[in-house]
């Protein structure tokens, strides 16, 4: 999910084109609440990245290690949906260039996949593909939230901005290629458990096929995967473009 010095105008914080009207930011309370969380939110996601060098140092090898950062990669995922709520709904808009539908999407499927696919289907637990969005998803959080508190602060390197806009070319694709590979590895065992799924008849007269729905939601990546990369790539070319011109000028 997804977002850059201080080499941009108060105008524009340095996040693309100046906006005629730009959106007012939050007050003195609310920036404060905001970067407390964003640093206890960059601050958990460094402890999952520690955790993953530790076990790996410890076993010697890459397979599990999901069962080392079990724990807090479900409490700062799950986090991400105050982020939701309260950022990116309410303040974020006018602070960080972003597509509040495209990033709804990608907090909502990282929550789902962590509880609804990962955690619910255990076999998968020990899958190299939980592992691969695992480690993209620690990478890119860190990075994200790095970008969010400094933004607020309008003390925002470029350094970090580079790598909100850059990283992700990898970074995303190596994700959503984890999480699908995650899924199907999901479908035999959820088909032959019947997680999750309801059938008829019931005094409700509903029923609910848990096995499609996870198909039907590894379909819904090949027309929104695509949209949130390009919006990327596009937030790329004009973020880092504005910043160059403006160095330039200096």
């Not at 601050?43 to 599990?64: C, D, E, F, P």
């Not at 986090?79 to 509040?100: C, D, Q």
């Not at 495209?102 to 955690?119: D, I």
């Not at 993209?136 to 790598?163: C, D, G, M, Q, V």
């Amino acid at each position: 999910m997804a977002a850059s010095g201080s080499g941009g105008s108060r105008a524009d914080n340095g996040y693309g084109s100046q906006q005629p009207r730009r959106r007012k930011g939050p007050g003195a309370l609310a920036t404060a609440y905001l970067v407390i969380y964003n640093v206890v939110m960059t601050a958990g996601w460094l402890v999952i990245a520690v955790g993953l060098v530790r076990a790996y140092l410890a076993k010697g090898s890459y397979h599990s290690l999901y069962y080392s950062i079990e724990k807090p990669l479900k409490f700062f995922q799950t986090g991400a949906l105050l982020e939701e709520h309260l950022l990116i709904a309410k303040y974020l808009p006018g602070i960080v260039p972003s597509s509040v539908v495209l990033t709804a999407f990608q907090v909502m499927s990282r929550v789902f996949l962590t509880w609804a696919v990962t955690h619910s289907v255990k076999e998968v637990q020990t899958e190299d593909s939980v592992l691969l969005f695992v480690v993209a998803w620690t990478i890119t959080e860190i990075i994200r939230y790095s970008f969010y508190t400094f933004s607020l602060l309008n003390h925002l390197p470029y350094l970090i901005k580079w790598a909100r806009y850059t990283l992700f070319i990898v970074l995303y694709p190596m994700g959503v290629s984890g999480e699908l590979l995650t899924i199907y590895a999901a479908l035999p065992f959820v088909r032959q458990s019947g997680l999750y799924s309801i059938s008829l008849p019931n005094k409700y007269n509903f029923s609910f096929d848990y096995y499609t729905f996870l198909i039907l939601v590894m379909i819904s990546y090949i027309p929104i995967f695509p949209q949130l990369y390009f919006h990327m790539l596009h937030q790329r070319r004009k973020v880092l473009s504005h910043t160059e011109e403006h160095k330039k000028s200096e």
